[in-house]
């Protein structure tokens, strides 16, 4: 049982690997032909940041793969021999933190390189290791907190309940419906300020729009990202009451007001639709699916690799054999996304306006240095938005037919773009 598990494994790691590889190749060959939605410049910036996250993530698929090895052949064995083997509650929080612990400080080398050399490299990172260093020590204040509670309940169903898995899958998906809940309130809270939007003629516009999708929120807060990063992004978080607009303030110093809207308008699409909890619903079907398959892994299994079957164990072992079967559900969770972010884009272009839902789409993929292109196997595999020329070709904008070799002002974008196109750049409706 152990030799199959590490051949679909094994197997896992090198399709990511060679993933990777193709987008890597393609990004390379890409980036030297002629630019589009952004000027020659970035767009071979854009593209090698592409790369360089890419390689990054490679390296990520080695550690991970020897991370796996060792617990199985070795980790395991040697954790439980360090915490005891009693079974109890307490020595499975102990073990499941341990679990962590290690993987943790596995990988901590490469996150700090992908923020401090990466990210910061590109103009990304604007955190300070001050600032790195009280993020992390809060999110492990709350990870012993929250995290040793949960364990504590997952260990005790495990060890103490028939068909655990099914009440397993049952628990955490209610901690998944719980997360949404707190989140927005009380835990974005503790890392960023969230201060209200001033009231003026842009609040009482997307309280319009809000009341028109029928959105009820605890409020619209601008949040002070650019302390930690200058990427632009917006987004609805939080379930029932605890629901509120979020706006970074890098997208309030990059997008007019017309196009911020139409961003809005696209968050309030994937609201009108009820996306959040069909995405509730596909992450409780995977959890399912992943209790169901790895509950039922035998003791022989566990003898294999030298251990006793502890609730700490067991429930390790899943946490160690999620990613595989997350691989397998990643093409149809992307799929489905692609299909929400396409009706959202339909939406935000009926109430912030289709002109503007492409200037801010065109902004935000220059300033975000996203790479406009993708390998299409790797884009079908991975990607939860469908390709941003994809996008802008379904709102009815041709980028071929101008010249983006410029910086795209705040203001008149479409201005601009008639200036730079030899035709009309899009038919009106």
Known sequence: MLTAIIGVYSLYILLKIYLSVMQIGYINVEKRRTPVLMPQGRYYVAGNYAVAKERLAILESFIEYLL?????????????GLVGVDGSVGE?????????????????????YGRFKIDQ????????????????????????????????ALAWIVGNVHDWWLWGFLLLFAVAVAANLIYPTIIAPIFNKFTPLPEGELRRKIEEMMQEAGLRSDGIFVMDASRRDSRLNAYFGGLGRSKRVVLFDTL???????????????????YKHGDIWKNLAMMGGFLFVAFYLFGHLPDALFAEMGVAPTPGVKIALILLLLPVLSFV????????????????????????????????????????????????????????????????????????????????????????LDKNSSEEVMSEE
């Open 68 to 80: 796996f090895l060792w617990w199985v052949f070795a980790g395991f064995a040697w954790l439980q």
């Open 329 to 416: 559900y990643t093409p149809l969770m992307s799929m489905l996304s692609r299909h929400n972010e396409y009706e959202a884009d339909r939406y935000g272009s009926q109430v912030g306006g289709r002109q503007h839902l492409i200037s801010a789409l065109l902004k935000l993929v220059s300033e975000n240095k996203s790479f406009p292109k993708s390998d299409p196997i790797y884009s079908r595999f991975y990607h939860t938005h469908p390709p941003i020329l994809e996008r802008l070709e379904a709102l009815g904008f041709d980028p071929e037919r101008v010249d983006m070799d410029a910086e795209l002002p705040k203001e008149g974008i479409f201005e601009f």
């Open 92 to 112: 499975s929080v102990l073990f499941l933190l341990g679990f962590f612990a290690i993987n943790w400080l596995a990988t901590l080398p490469l996150d700090l």
């Open 121 to 152: 490299s590109f103009g990304f990172n604007k955190m300070t290791p001050k600032m790195w260093l009280v993020d992390t020590l809060k999110s492990i204040a709350l990870f012993l907190l929250l995290g040793g509670t949960l364990f504590a």
């Open 252 to 270: 309030l110093d990059k997008l007019s007001d017309q196009e911020l809207l139409a961003v809005l308008g696209h968050e309030l699409g994937h």
